[in-house]
């Protein structure tokens, strides 16, 4: 039996938490209420130097618990621009030209 590995990155406050598991396929950040500006910045550019990016919420809401708010997140392919999205919301691929998501 081969071990999965899991990817973790913990702001420096421990507010902000980004998850890359191989076994669920799930890739997702939670976020507790209160988190700071800097922190949220610093996990974003995280995100995407592991080649990873926030899932528009009309494409897969986030979900908000008592403490926290959980966004799921999406591999980049930098050469076409292209994003798939893994885990909770289904596979589902798409082009992202200027800002924008064509699914």
Same mark, same amino acid.
């Given at each position: 039996? $081969?071990?999965?590995?899991?990817?973790?990155?913990?702001?420096?406050?421990?507010? *902000?938490?980004?998850?890359?598991? @191989?076994?669920? @396929?799930?890739?997702?950040? +939670?976020?507790?209420?209160? /988190?700071?500006?800097? @922190?949220?910045? +610093?996990?974003?550019? !995280? *995100?995407?130097?592991?080649? /990873?990016?926030?899932?528009?919420?009309? @494409?897969?809401?986030? +979900? *908000?618990?008592?403490?926290? !708010?959980? !966004?799921?997140?999406?591999? $980049?392919?930098?050469? $076409?621009?292209?994003?798939?999205?893994?885990?909770?919301?289904?596979?589902?691929?798409?082009?992202?030209?200027?800002?924008?998501?064509?699914?």
């Amino acid at each position: 039996m $081969t071990e999965k590995s899991v990817t973790a990155w913990f702001s420096p406050s421990g507010q *902000i938490r980004v998850y890359l598991s @191989e076994e669920s @396929e799930e890739v997702y950040m +939670d976020a507790d209420f209160g /988190y700071g500006a800097a @922190e949220m910045r +610093d996990a974003l550019s !995280v *995100i995407e130097g592991m080649g /990873y990016m926030v899932v528009p919420p009309e @494409e897969c809401e986030p +979900d *908000i618990y008592e403490d926290y !708010v959980r !966004v799921y997140l999406t591999e $980049t392919r930098p050469q $076409t621009g292209a994003w798939l999205v893994r885990g909770r919301c289904g596979f589902q691929v798409g082009m992202r030209r200027g800002g924008l998501v064509f699914a």
